[in-house]
């Protein structure tokens, strides 16, 4: 016997919000944190200070990517939380629409 799945859009609405706080706690972190190695970094020369540049450079390049991911994903969740909301008030005018051609 299978089971009805229960769904409420409110919680995708507040999975997105979450979403939303870890992205920019996320991006507030590594700003941060990037900030101190460059900074700690200016110092640095010869292959040491390139390894660093270089490594700091590829970090960024992560963490950016990660908060693409994180808005991504939030974005994602409102759209499906939306078009779900929606999806009897979408059905009722097609309905309506098929009604009055009949």
Do not use: C
Request: glycine share 6%; hydrophobic share 35%.
């Amino acid at each position: 016997m299978s089971q009805s799945l229960k769904f409420d859009p409110a919680d995708l609405f507040m999975s997105a919000d979450h979403l939303d706080r870890h992205e920019a706690d996320h991006t507030q972190g590594h700003q941060s944190a990037n900030a101190d190695i460059a900074a700690a970094g200016s110092g640095w020369v010869g292959s040491s200070g390139a390894a660093l540049k270089g490594k700091l450079s590829h970090l960024q390049t992560v963490a950016d990517h990660i908060s693409t991911e994180l808005t991504h994903h939030r974005d994602a969740f409102r759209h499906i939380g939306k078009q779900y909301d929606t999806i009897d008030q979408d059905s009722a005018v097609d309905l309506l629409r098929i009604r009055q051609n009949l």
